[in-house]
């Protein structure tokens, strides 16, 4: 790993100074710039771009006008992207290449994002007939594409000096399309108090030995301040962005595997919908049976026959997730991604149980979209346009 042994000056610093900065999200608002939300309320309002041929169901119930959109979108592009796609490693090198966390963070020099242009992808997405992008705003690393108070593990404070949730928004708000916000939740490798694996499972951070200096441990330890440290950026993406379509959170197995409870995670949910009453909720499985949707990854709907029933007879809308090649990129793939025929597949499996399927497209170490997936997504498109969307199989 000699390309990450120069020591560096980041450390917890920057997670001491907010560790309190709010308990229910609201002490941080005022720091933040003016809201450019715009929420119904009486005749002649705005409604989000996304959803205005809702308009009139957006004025009396923007949450059921939310839904009903999503339940006619049938599909959505996912973007995964970070400091491993810059190094071209997979999303979870941190954890399984055990690289401790101080040197991790230096590779936050590497990230430059030269070539990521949130016009051409939002181009893409409506050539694909798509009615949504989705982006990892914060993966399990902790690095944060956004800009953000609570740490300067980010893009805006990296080589790139963008911030990439804000141009991917503008240009959405622009085109009509859904902005969704994916959001590692359950799991985080960076901030001393996230979820460790004494007290949970679910490859909760990865096996140290010795143990991280970064690391909390043992009365130390305090999952408050890392529920804290969420809600302040929860409150920046939902007042600093416009609207925002979905909040999408992972890490799923982490707070399923332990004393759950100390996630709060209903103050999480009610945060979120203070904020932005349309905005969707989704948690894989569902921790509170208060999630809008579930949104499990493709294949878990045959591995897990008795969640999938639970599912389908709930009546709430089901989205699948599934990458095109890896969730992240892999030059390894290059010029063997997935096709226009396999990607119809996944459409007509997803009509089968009146799903949206949320197709990934791992962003290349500059932030821009591999040729092969633009092409293959145009086609997609104009086949979509000729013989409509695939029947259900």
């Given at each position: 790993m000699s390309e990450i042994r120069e020591p560096d000056s980041i450390g917890r610093r920057d997670f001491m100074r907010y560790s309190t900065m709010m308990a229910a999200g609201t002490a941080v608002?005022?720091?933040?710039?003016?809201?450019?939300?715009?929420l119904a309320g009486s005749k002649g309002v705005n409604v989000p771009s996304y959803l205005k041929r809702y308009a009139d169901l957006y004025a009396r119930d923007p949450k059921a006008a939310?839904?009903?959109?999503?339940?006619?979108?049938?599909?959505?592009?996912?973007?995964?992207?970070?400091?491993?796609?810059?190094?071209?490693?997979r999303a979870w090198c941190q954890y399984q290449d055990k690289i401790p966390v101080a040197e991790y963070e230096k590779l936050k020099k590497r990230f430059t994002a030269r070539k990521f242009d949130a016009d051409s992808i939002t181009d893409l997405a409506l050539a694909a007939k798509m009615k949504y992008v989705n982006i990892t705003t914060k993966h399990h690393d902790g690095f944060c594409l956004f800009k953000t108070a609570t740490t300067d593990f980010n893009s805006f404070d990296s080589p790139a000096k963008r911030d990439i949730v804000a141009e991917l928004a503008a240009a959405c708000d622009k085109k009509g399309l859904g902005l969704c916000l994916y959001y590692s939740h359950g799991r985080e490798w960076r901030h001393p108090d996230a979820p460790n694996n004494n007290a949970w499972g679910g490859k909760a951070r990865p096996e140290y030995n010795p143990p991280d200096p970064g690391y909390h441990y043992g009365k130390e330890h305090d999952i408050n301040r890392y529920v804290d440290y969420m809600h302040a950026q929860l409150t920046e993406l939902l007042t600093n962005y416009g609207s925002i379509a979905s909040i999408w959170l992972d890490g799923y197995g982490v707070p399923v595997s332990g004393p759950i409870k100390r996630f709060r995670i209903p103050e999480t949910y009610a945060l979120i919908r203070k904020l932005q009453p349309q905005t969707l909720i989704s948690a894989k499985w569902g921790y509170?049976?208060?999630?809008?949707?579930?949104?499990?990854?493709?294949?878990?709907?045959?591995?897990?026959?008795?969640?999938t029933k639970k599912a389908l007879a709930s009546g709430k809308p089901i989205e699948l997730c599934v990458p095109i090649a890896r969730w992240s990129y892999n030059p390894k793939t290059d010029g063997k991604h997935r096709g226009v025929a396999s990607i119809w597949r996944n459409l007509a499996y997803a009509a089968r149980f009146r799903a949206n399927l949320l197709l990934n497209t791992a962003l290349r170490p500059e932030g821009d979209v591999d040729k092969q997936d633009a092409a293959n997504l145009r086609k997609l498109g104009e086949k979509i346009r000729c013989e409509g969307w695939p029947k259900p199989a």
């Open positions: 608002v005022s720091s933040l710039s003016s809201c450019s939300l715009r939310a839904l009903k959109w999503f339940r006619n979108a049938k599909f959505g592009l996912f973007m995964h992207y970070g400091i491993y796609s810059a190094i071209q490693r509170t049976g208060d999630e809008d949707y579930y949104a499990p990854e493709y294949h878990w709907l045959t591995k897990n026959p008795g969640k």
